[in-house]
């Protein structure tokens, strides 16, 4: 029971958003037409129907997380590209450089510590350039 409330909240935050922004929510038509899909294609790829796909493009169906996490599989962008949330279809910092982060965070208090003194020229010199 827990799982279709979350769905429904999630479902609803999204139509919510649709809302506000004027009613866009989602790109899917958009990504279909740009990789030389059509609906069946798509459908095919998402083990659904031509029919569904054509809901989901014309909104009168909402994407469940499962359907938005394929989406973004099959047009290579993020979430927030597909709902409209984004204009820009790549992640904000690369796969490489979150795995960095969250190793970071991960470490012992003592390795951050000696991994920011071990950055800290490089910071100076970083704003050093921005101010030029």
Do not use: W
Request: proline share 4%.
């Amino acid at each position: 029971m827990l799982k279709n409330i979350e769905l429904y909240y999630i479902i609803s935050t999204i139509i919510l958003q649709s809302i506000v922004r004027g009613g866009k929510m989602n790109r899917i038509k958009e990504l279909r037409l740009q990789k030389g899909l059509r609906q069946k294609d798509l459908a095919q790829m998402l083990n659904t129907s031509q029919q569904t796909i054509g809901r989901y493009e014309s909104e009168e169906i909402g994407l469940d997380v499962l359907t938005i996490g394929r989406l973004c599989d099959v047009f290579e962008c993020t979430a927030d590209y597909l709902l409209c949330r984004s204009n820009t279809p790549e992640p904000a910092i690369s796969d490489e450089d979150a795995e960095l982060l969250q190793a970071f965070h991960a470490a012992p208090p003592s390795v951050a510590a000696a991994i920011q003194t071990l950055l800290q020229p490089y910071r100076k010199e970083n704003e050093a350039n921005q101010a030029i």
